[in-house]
């Protein structure tokens, strides 16, 4: 039995819909597995360090300093990160390729002190990491707060990264 041209008009239709749905789709699938093996294989853990009030991206140079003595192998690089009010972020230093472990300090045109402050700090720091987290590629960090750098850190984790927090202290 010789199908209809109906039935020959609705086949050719579901091709064309099904080719037409496929070429974006491979094109997606490929660009899309492409970004995520790029970021579940990347090497980078940063240790990524927040100033407390009235400090800035300058405020950890002499522990990096300290931790770079005597350190054999790759030093660990310093990138300082500077998030202006009006959201734009400016970069000095940068990553050395070697380094799988640099420190990235992050400071803020408004250091002041106060909650308000502290909240609008931690949005701000979110637009920071993510901007980091495109240009780096990577998939995990160390933070280290200093005073309201820590609190930064807490409303950051707490309403932008949502994740668990673990607490680790020494033994």
């Known amino acids: 039995m010789k199908p209809s041209k109906k039935q020959q008009s609705s086949l050719l239709w579901s091709v064309f819909f099904l080719i037409a749905l496929a070429i974006p789709s491979y094109s997606w699938t490929r660009t899309n597995v492409s970004r995520i093996e790029k970021f579940y294989n990347s090497k980078l853990s940063?240790?990524?360090?927040?100033?407390?009030?009235?400090?800035?991206?300058?405020?950890?140079?002499?522990?990096v300093t300290k931790l770079n003595q005597g350190r054999q192998g790759t030093k660990h690089s310093l990138l300082k990160v500077k998030v202006w009010n009006d959201g734009?972020?400016?970069?000095?230093?940068?990553?050395?390729?070697?380094?799988?472990?640099?420190?990235?300090?992050?400071?803020?045109?408004?250091?002041?002190?106060?909650?308000?402050?502290?909240?609008?700090?931690?949005?701000?720091?979110?637009?920071?990491?993510?901007?980091?987290?495109?240009?780096?590629?990577?998939?995990?960090?160390?933070?280290?707060?200093?005073?309201?750098?820590?609190?930064?850190?807490?409303?950051f984790i707490e309403n932008y990264l949502g994740i668990m927090m673990w607490i680790s202290r020494p033994l």
Do not use: C, W
């Open 46 to 63: 940063p240790i990524i360090m927040i100033p407390g009030s009235s400090a800035t991206e300058n405020r950890f140079d002499g522990l």
């Open 88 to 155: 734009h972020i400016t970069y000095s230093g940068s990553i050395d390729a070697k380094d799988n472990e640099p420190v990235i300090v992050v400071g803020f045109e408004n250091n002041k002190d106060g909650y308000s402050n502290i909240k609008k700090q931690a949005k701000l720091f979110n637009q920071a990491f993510e901007a980091l987290q495109e240009k780096y590629n990577f998939n995990n960090f160390k933070g280290l707060g200093h005073s309201n750098g820590g609190l930064i850190y807490t409303a």
